[in-house]
């Protein structure tokens, strides 16, 4: 019992502790309330935080010919399409911070991760059951099932997304709807109008704007081109995507160039997500034997890119932890201890990218100014706290 682990959810972050558990000799159960994994949501970046620890786990091996390793982030002026910086990225950012920068479809991540937790024999995946509840006796945590059945494991990991029934196990953390929704589509390389990219097409670029920003970047072996443009919104409950309502982009892309327009035309179908965060969560985890990851415990808005990766990061540092034996309370306090102050520092970049990439007037001439003095060096040394930490080593520090 106590070297059985129990997910629930079979998303990214999911997913990932289950591979993560497996590599420290555990055997794991995950739980998918979905009968089938969906093939659901749009692109999205794996900076290297996020791949160095997927290589350990032999999932960005899948992942070949699908994920596209741009050569930088390039942050542009929606309204005239002028380069305003760039961050280098490809062999350099391999080269400093020890692994790679993905980019690629959601769909994509996770076959990959489902490829790997299938041929591990340690891992059983049950699709069409959830973990609706749990008791904690002692050292066993007494998991109920949607069937009605009971399992028992030494610790569980809740993975259940922003919605999570778990999470009152833990607190009284809030959903909360941010006031921005993300409009999504998929577009075919081959379709996007000449000049809108520039001439590093397999770049991510980030287009800027008073009231709207739009990250491109390729996807599916650069066979397409992701677009996320977020803008305020409407809040749709907890439909994770519906058709979108264009009204709000079309509005806010209205000063935008004409050939970016032509782009967001040419993109079809568009899906809206609303972007919802996790109130003042008391502690992400109950000493009696449960651990949130992922959106469950401190869903992001997507202004820095990392959500995907602090769900992975909170895999693997819980997985490490829990090998280490001792006292299981203590482990679950030392996880939350050390994942805090990160998530903290993560979730106030993107804040603050929010606040840049939306200025106007006075605001962004003086972010066009900064952007402008600084070296393609001085914007890669502001990034190594964020893509050369290595959530496993951080135990040992």
């Known amino acids: 019992m106590k070297r059985h682990v129990v997910v629930a959810g079979a998303g990214i972050a999911g997913l990932t502790a289950g591979l993560a558990f497996a590599a420290q000799g555990f055997d794991v159960s995950i739980y998918e309330r979905a009968d089938a994994l969906e093939e659901a949501g749009a692109g999205l970046q794996l900076s290297p935080n996020a791949t160095r620890i997927l290589d350990r786990l032999g999932v960005t091996a899948r992942l070949a010919g699908k994920a596209v390793a741009p050569e930088a982030i390039l942050l542009k002026d929606a309204a005239t399409l002028k380069q305003l910086g760039r961050v280098p990225l490809g062999r350099k950012a391999e080269a400093r911070w020890g692994a790679a920068y993905l980019v690629v479809h959601r769909a994509d991540l996770q076959g990959a991760l489902a490829e790997v937790v299938g041929e591990t024999p340690s891992i059983r995946l049950v699709m069409g059951e959830s973990v609706d509840d749990a008791a904690f006796q002692g050292e066993a945590v007494a998991v109920r099932l949607s069937s009605g059945a009971q399992v028992d494991c030494g610790l569980l990991v809740a993975a259940d997304g922003v919605w999570s029934r778990l999470r009152r196990l833990a607190g009284d953390g809030q959903n909360r709807f941010s006031g921005h929704v993300a409009h999504r589509a998929v577009v075919r390389a081959g379709d996007v109008p000449e000049g809108i990219l520039s001439s590093e097409n397999d770049s991510v670029c980030a287009l800027l704007a008073p009231g709207f920003h739009l990250v491109t970047y390729p996807v599916q072996g650069g066979s397409q081109v992701n677009l996320v443009a977020v803008t305020r919104g409407r809040d749709l409950g907890r439909r994770w995507t519906s058709e979108a309502d264009m009204t709000a982009l079309v509005a806010a892309m209205a000063g935008a160039s004409p050939r970016l327009r032509m782009l967001v035309s040419v993109a079809a179908p568009w899906r809206t997500w609303p972007l919802h965060t996790i109130g003042s969560l008391r502690r992400w985890h109950?000493?009696?034997?449960?651990?949130?990851?992922?959106?469950?415990?401190?869903?992001?808005?997507?202004?820095?890119?990392?959500?995907?990766?602090?769900?992975?990061?909170?895999?693997?540092?819980?997985?490490?932890?829990?090998?280490?034996?001792?006292?299981?309370?203590?482990?679950?306090?030392?996880?939350?201890?050390?994942?805090?102050?990160?998530?903290?520092?993560?979730?106030?970049?993107?804040?603050?990218?929010?606040?840049?990439?939306?200025?106007?007037?006075?605001?962004?001439?003086?972010?066009?100014?900064?952007?402008?003095?600084?070296?393609?060096?001085?914007?890669?040394?502001?990034?190594?706290?964020?893509?050369?930490?290595?959530?496993?080593?951080?135990?040992?520090?």
């Open 286 to 397: 109950h000493p009696g034997g449960m651990a949130l990851i992922g959106d469950a415990a401190h869903a992001l808005t997507p202004y820095a890119a990392q959500g995907a990766a602090m769900a992975i990061e909170d895999a693997a540092l819980l997985a490490v932890l829990h090998a280490r034996g001792g006292e299981r309370a203590a482990m679950l306090q030392r996880f939350e201890t050390l994942r805090k102050p990160r998530l903290k520092r993560v979730a106030a970049r993107g804040r603050f990218n929010r606040f840049a990439w939306h200025a106007g007037g006075i605001v962004a001439r003086a972010r066009n100014v900064a952007l402008a003095l600084r070296s393609e060096e001085r914007l890669l040394a502001d990034l190594d706290w964020l893509y050369g930490h290595d959530a496993e080593a951080t135990p040992g520090r």
